[in-house]
């Protein structure tokens, strides 16, 4: 009969113990990424950095889905929740003009089955003086609104969609938050 001796031996535990610890990584961390909520609460308060020097002033009572935002020195991205209303806005360096990004983001919604622009683009104003360009569209079971910017080699893209009931109720609360983007690069 062959015998195991202690180094053998504790190799062996080593790779159980190894084992174990992949296991629990594997199946713990899902677990508790599960537990923790999706969103959180942020202040109506205090502006809120999106990415690339953008704030915003969130809506009262909105919500910040952690599963899609991703600030950055860059870009950014954040997603608020106010009820059942989407509220997202997408910051990336670019590089042309304010008519160029109105048509690009103008594309990208049609360019999704089943989502149309409907009527023209209107001007817009922030409270800080930065110019954009809104319009809206409507999708399978949902309506929405939406504005880009231009500035500091930045396009802002702001997103707004819900049930036409929800929308209607929350948009002027969203259209107020949106009129408090700045920049980091704009004089104030």
Same mark, same amino acid.
């Given at each position: 009969? @062959?015998?195991?001796?202690?180094?053998?031996?504790?190799?062996?535990?080593?790779?159980?113990?190894?084992?174990?610890?992949?296991?629990?990584?594997?199946?713990?961390?899902?677990?508790?990424?599960?537990?923790?909520?999706?969103?959180?609460?942020?202040?109506?308060?205090?502006?809120?950095?999106?990415? @690339?020097?953008?704030?915003?002033?969130?809506?009262?009572?909105?919500?910040?889905?952690?599963?899609?935002?991703?600030?950055?020195?860059?870009?950014?991205?954040?997603?608020?929740?106010?009820?059942?209303?989407?509220?997202?806005?997408?910051?990336?360096?670019?590089?042309?003009?304010?008519?160029?990004?109105?048509?690009?983001?103008?594309?990208?919604?049609?360019?999704?089955?089943?989502?149309?622009?409907?009527?023209?683009?209107?001007?817009?104003?922030?409270?800080?003086?930065?110019?954009?360009?809104?319009?809206?569209?409507?999708?399978?079971?949902?309506?929405?609104?939406?504005?880009?910017?231009?500035?500091?080699?930045?396009?802002?893209?702001?997103?707004?969609?819900?049930?036409?009931?929800?929308?209607?109720?929350?948009?002027?609360?969203?259209?107020?938050?949106?009129?408090?983007?700045?920049?980091?690069?704009?004089?104030?």
């Amino acid at each position: 009969m @062959a015998r195991i001796t202690r180094r053998e031996l504790m190799s062996l535990l080593g790779a159980f113990g190894v084992v174990a610890t992949l296991a629990g990584l594997a199946f713990g961390l899902p677990a508790i990424d599960r537990s923790l909520p999706d969103t959180r609460p942020v202040s109506a308060e205090e502006p809120y950095l999106i990415g @690339a020097g953008v704030t915003v002033v969130p809506p009262s009572g909105a919500t910040l889905d952690v599963t899609v935002t991703r600030p950055g020195g860059s870009t950014g991205t954040a997603l608020f929740r106010v009820g059942s209303v989407q509220y997202q806005i997408a910051v990336r360096p670019f590089d042309g003009d304010l008519r160029t990004a109105g048509e690009r983001l103008r594309h990208r919604i049609t360019a999704t089955a089943g989502y149309q622009v409907t009527g023209p683009q209107l001007e817009v104003t922030t409270a800080d003086g930065l110019d954009g360009l809104q319009g809206g569209y409507t999708a399978p079971g949902r309506s929405g609104r939406y504005v880009v910017f231009v500035a500091d080699g930045l396009t802002i893209e702001v997103t707004v969609s819900g049930a036409d009931l929800d929308l209607g109720r929350t948009l002027p609360q969203i259209e107020a938050s949106t009129r408090t983007l700045r920049t980091g690069g704009r004089d104030r």
